[in-house]
Structure formats: structure tokens, C-alpha cells
């Protein structure tokens, strides 16, 4: 989006893993590569929704730039400075400015901590010239608006519901009014119900703190009503990327079409009349892709050049860049 200044820059980013081959002696290592080439930028006060089937590499790749995993090669700029090669001291000092909200509210909160505890905790690494008064006091703001009762910061994680402990986790992501902001899958296992509420108490914090957001999920109805882009990936590499309602309404790699077409309809009719096929197959193994396009196996549209070419990154549209020999016009 033009109206956006990009303030965090990924370029021809990989996170590589060494898996050591079966057998115990004179072992050859393979190499899953699970972030292959991935590029793009988001800018502040925008949301980037990333979907992808499970094993596709959104995790990996929002891990590589926060720091939680290494990244093997390229780049991640945070305001233009370069994040890979920064020592732990100095990335340590930049995790103020990125944090993130994980996918199961209760195991991502220590039992044995109570909520003022736990939502305190990176005032303490970050901030800790404040007093335990300011400290409370920040709590204390911090939890009313996200829907706490003041009466609940003495209580432990397992006194609460699943959506009132997502609840905590975004209390303890913003408390340090970071830049960016990483959700993974952060409302997949709550009811629809209240899944509704914390994506508009997401947009709304994002609204009043300037927050850049990487929002991870499978649900692309979710992603559809919260990202002002979507970028989808296959097999650890991107391919296709567009605004939220160009991508919606005129899907133009084979996969994301398929994506699209698996979405309910909650309309007999229409949902009979749906001409696109459905997605089928399994990913194939990331340790043995296909040559040329990795979706070229599952692929109704493939042809001979889709098994010894890999598709260019191309812009079909203003905006909307596809990686595919014969995308859906």
C-alpha cells in the first residue's frame, strides 16, 4: 500500500535446516527448506495477512525475523537496520519493538504466574528503572483496555477462559507500545464467537498505537476482514501477493484459487454451483520437492515448462504479483 511507508523490509530471506539422514553411521545431511527466497515489505500501521496450508513455512518465516530462529540468508530491516547480523545484546534490545501473540492462549502463559506477574514481565527486562507502584499502574491501563477487571490481576492463567487469556497475551505483547506486532494464528482455537471480538480489539489497538501487524492464520475470512494485503505461501516460498480485495475477488495463482473455493458458503445453492476444484492432494515432502513449481503437482493447470522451469515473480496488476507459468486471468 502506497499510504503506508514500509518500515520493515524481508528480503530473499531463508531459514534452512540441516536433518541429519537416516542410518547412524557416515550420515548425509539433508537440508528443509522451510523459508526459500520469501520478499516483502510492510508499512506502518499495515497489516500483512499470511495464509498458507499447515507446514508451509509462516511460522518459520515470522520466527527468522523476530530473531527465534536463524535466518540462513538475506536480509530483515527494521526502520533500515539491518536485524541478522546484530549480536544477542543488540537484538535483545530490539525485541521492545517486535512482539508477539501465539496461537493457544494457556500454554503460552506460566501457570505459576499471576496476570500482573506475567503482563509485567517486560517492563521489568525493558523498563526496569520503574517503581512496582508505576509498574502496577502501567498493568493496571494496559488490562482495562483490553477487557480486564482490575479485580483479575491477582489470578492465575487457569482461571480463566480461552479468549479472557488471549486477552492477557495481547496485554503483555503491547505493553511496551511496540512497532510491529506478530500474530500466530492467534485466534484458531477460540469460538467463533470471541474470535470476533479479539480481531476487533486488535484492529482497534492497532488504530490507536500505530501498530504494523503480520497476522498468521488458516481461517481466510478472518484474514479477509482484519489485512489491508495477504501474501500466500506454498512449500516455504510466496506465490502470490496483492491487496486484500484484489486477492479476494480475482485470485490469480491456481493455489490460492483452490484456497479460495474451499471456503464455506453457509448457502446450499451457491455452494453446489462453485465451479473451481477443490484443493487435493498432500504437500509433497519438503524434504524432496518437485522440480520447477512446487504446486505443480497438485496442479490442475500444469504443463511440461511447470516441472523444468520455476515461475518468475511477476506483477500481473498494480500491486499484485504472482509466481505461476499459467495464472488464472
Given amino acids: ?27 548425509k545431511k539433508q537440508i528443509l527448506k522451510a523459508v526459500n527466497d520469501v520478499s516483502f515489505q510492510l508499512g506502518e500501521g499495515e497489516t500483512l495477512g499470511v495464509v498458507g496450508e499447515s507446514g508451509c513455512g509462516k511460522s518459520t518465516l ?25 549480536d544477542k545484546k543488540a537484538m535483545r534490545s530490539k525485541r521492545r519493538d517486535m512482539q508477539i501473540i501465539f496461537q493457544d492462549p494457556l500454554a503460552s502463559l506460566d501457570p505459576r504466574m499471576t496476570v500482573s506477574e506475567i503482563i509485567s514481565e517486560p ?20 488490562m482495562q483496555r483490553v477487557g480486564l477487571l482490575p479485580n483479575q490481576i491477582n489470578r492465575y492463567p ?15 505483547a503491547l505493553i511496551l507500545k511496540p512497532k510491529l506486532l506478530v500474530c500466530d494464528e492467534p485466534v484458531s482455537a477460540l469460538d467463533v ?53 484484489d486477492l ?8 490460492t484459487k483452490a484456497l479460495m473455493e474451499s471456503i464455506p458458503i453457509p448457502d446450499p445453492t451457491i455452494e453446489r454451483a462453485k465451479r473451481g476444484a477443490p484443493l487435493t492432494g ?20 500444469a504443463q511440461d515448462i511447470c516441472a523444468a522451469e520455476t515461475p518468475e515473480w511477476t506483477e500481473k496488476a498494480p500491486g499484485h504479483w504472482v509466481a505461476c507459468h499459467f495464472p488464472v486471468i
Avoid at 130 to 135: G, V
Avoid at 282 to 301: I, K, Q, Y
Fill in 1 to 27: 500500500m502506497d499510504s503506508h511507508k514500509p518500515f520493515l523490509e524481508v528480503s530473499n530471506n531463508r531459514v534452512w535446516f540441516d536433518i541429519p539422514g537416516p542410518g547412524v553411521w557416515l550420515r
Fill in 158 to 172: 487457569h482461571e480463566f477462559s480461552g479468549g479472557q487469556a488471549q486477552r492477557i497475551g495481547i496485554a503483555r
Fill in 193 to 245: 464467537s470471541i474470535q470476533a471480538q479479539i480481531i476487533n480489539l486488535l484492529m482497534d489497538l492497532q488504530q490507536e498505537m500505530g501498530l504494523s501487524i503480520i497476522f498468521i492464520a488458516h481461517d481466510l475470512s478472518v484474514v479477509k476482514h482484519i489485512s489491508h494485503r495477504v501474501m500466500v505461501m506454498y512449500m516455504g516460498k510466496v506465490v502470490e501477493m496483492a491487496s486484500r480485495d
Fill in 282 to 301: 498432500d504437500l509433497p515432502s519438503p524434504m524432496d520437492p518437485p522440480s520447477g513449481c512446487n504446486f505443480r503437482t497438485r496442479c490442475p493447470r
Fill in 123 to 142: 517492563l521489568i527486562v525493558f523498563q526496569p528503572e520503574l517503581s512496582k507502584k508505576e509498574r502496577k499502574r502501567k498493568v493496571q491501563q494496559i
Fill in 62 to 86: 515470522v520466527r527468522g525475523i523476530l530473531g527465534l530462529e536463524t535466518v540462513t540468508d538475506g536480509s530483515v530491516k527494521l526502520y533500515g537496520e539491518e536485524l541478522t547480523t546484530l
Fill in 248 to 255: 479476494f475477488h480475482h485470485p490469480r495463482h491456481p493455489y
